[in-house]
């Protein structure tokens, strides 16, 4: 990727702020026990299922429930991704295009394989590779965003630059 112009010196700063705050929301709702996670989705639930028309069964609410729970944690690996990844590409310039998408994958496989494997010891929860593996979808999508995001916008910057010289 061509980053030639400098960014902010404080906008890694707040990147990593942004990437370990996101990642503790992570941690916090991951290492809940089952009957700690009832709780704290059942207003979402109600909130949700109040605007349908008609009552929605047990089975409809336990499928809303688990679609939530997919949209939360997509949306949060996806902000994972793209922050950790934003901040890497910033802190570490002058390493290669290859380590930094490594790195980034590795940080992003990790999180989501440890946070789905510390789910065999809390109560209430299971253990899922296939959701790991969702987790980690998600955050490489992140990933691939903030990539074309600063990919698209060197680009146009470039172009800018080589019009602003032709008509001088």
Sequence with gaps: MNQSPRPKPWLPYILWTMFAFILLITLYLSFQSGPATKALEKPLVTQVTGTLKNTPTQEQILTIT???????????????????????????????????????????????????????????????FPQCLEGFFFGMLGYLCIGMILYLTAHHKDRIKKNAGAEA
């Design 66 to 128: 688990y679609y939530l729970r997919q949209a939360g944690r997509a949306i949060l690996f996806f902000a994972l991704g793209f922050t950790g990844s934003w901040a890497i590409i910033l802190t570490f310039r002058k390493v290669t295009t290859k380590i930094r998408i490594l790195s980034t994958a590795s940080m992003l496989f990790v999180i989501a394989f440890f946070t789905e494997f510390m789910k065999l010891f809390i109560e209430g929860r299971h253990y899922s």
